[in-house]
């Protein structure tokens, strides 16, 4: 086998935006309304600031509102609370996201427990959780859904598609493992969760016919854990120390997987940066407008359901 074809996670993205801003273009055509997100960021976390400041770009740029309250590390839990009530009563307000992680102290749970479900674009309230593993409809979580559309598409290429296939999530954590598990399986894909206290991981991702690494360790799973053909979908995001003595940058982003290594036994890998990174946002706009539809009524856009 040679080099894995790589997931240009960038492409895709552009091409679901584009989608999104010509449906917000009908709506507003046909009702004079557009699509506001509001995005709650608590503390100067400086990779925080980096992703609400992307969001806020290209949800402007799909035409939508978006609208963004920076707070202070210190704010109080009840004060981030009565601001989330004040975002659920605005009408005018279709999706509410708060910037994880929220600063030491503040109860996430009970933080995100406040988000009105029906504007709840990032998919973490216990409601949206629910109606995903029940199987009904909901906003889904954004990193997990870029995962499928990239898998998704990734198989396309090559005439299959994802029923039947053999997924292994590596992680199961509320944001990206759990979710992604539920996602597969919808698609009706044999699902295996792997976290920290499985046994013989290697072996255990040997079997994957799509593989997802979301783990936060660097380059942890290594290419010889990858079976010849496999789709390997990378949503680590790590930070570590730049080795290229040529780079004038001392640090530089890697996945959770052995890039070079996995690569020359997959037949399609995401690069990191550049693969599910940009998925999570474009998903995030696609929920926004779900959430404006689905509250105000209106059919969902063809093509975006
Ligand atoms: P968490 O730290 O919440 O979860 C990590 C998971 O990995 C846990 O379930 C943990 O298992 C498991 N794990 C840890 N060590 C091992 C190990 N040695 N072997 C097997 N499993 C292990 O991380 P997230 O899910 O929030 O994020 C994962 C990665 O994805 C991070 O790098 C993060 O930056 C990135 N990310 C990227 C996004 C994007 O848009 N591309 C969005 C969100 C996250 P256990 O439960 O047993 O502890």
Redesign the pocket.
Request: net charge positive.
């Given at each position: 086998m040679g080099m894995a074809t790589p997931i240009d996670g960038k492409k895709i993205a552009a091409q679901v935006r584009e989608k999104i801003g010509e449906a917000v273009k009908i709506l507003h055509d046909q009702h004079n309304y557009r699509p506001s997100l509001a995005v709650v960021l608590v503390g100067e976390d400086a990779a925080s600031q980096v992703y609400v400041a992307s969001k806020h770009k290209f949800t402007r740029e799909a035409g939508m509102g978006s609208l963004q309250h920076e707070l202070p590390a210190d704010t109080p839990e009840d004060a981030l609370i009565a601001l989330i009530k004040t975002l659920n009563a605005d009408d005018n307000i279709d999706g509410i996201l708060v910037q994880l992680p929220l600063p030491d102290g503040v109860d996430t749970a009970r933080v995100i427990g406040q988000i009105d479900p029906a504007k709840d674009v990032d998919g973490l309230t216990e409601t949206s959780a629910g109606r995903l593993s029940l199987g009904r409809p909901g906003l889904r979580p954004c990193?997990p859904a870029g995962c499928v559309i990239l898998a998704k598409q990734a198989l396309a290429a090559q005439g299959e598609v994802l029923s039947g296939k053999h997924c292994v999530i590596?992680?199961?954590?509320i944001?990206?493992?759990k979710p992604a598990a539920f996602l597969f399986l919808e698609q009706n894909c044999t699902v295996t969760i792997?976290?920290?206290?499985?046994k013989d991981?290697a072996s255990v991702c040997a079997g994957a016919d799509i593989l997802v690494a979301?783990?936060?360790?660097p380059e942890?799973v290594q290419g010889n854990w990858v079976k010849e053909g496999a789709i390997v979908i990378d949503?680590?995001?790590?930070r570590v120390a730049n080795d290229n003595p040529k780079s004038k940058r001392k640090t530089k982003l890697v996945g959770?997987v052995d890039y070079i290594s996995a690569a020359s036994r997959a037949a399609a890998i995401t690069p990191v940066p550049g693969g599910?990174?940009p998925m999570?946002i474009a998903c995030l706009l696609r929920n926004t407008l779900l959430a404006a539809c689905l509250r105000r009524g209106w059919p969902v856009p063809k093509g975006l359901e």
């Open positions: 990193t590596i992680g199961r954590s944001l990206v493992g792997a976290h920290s206290r499985t991981l979301a783990v936060g360790r942890m949503v680590g995001i790590n959770d599910v990174g999570t």
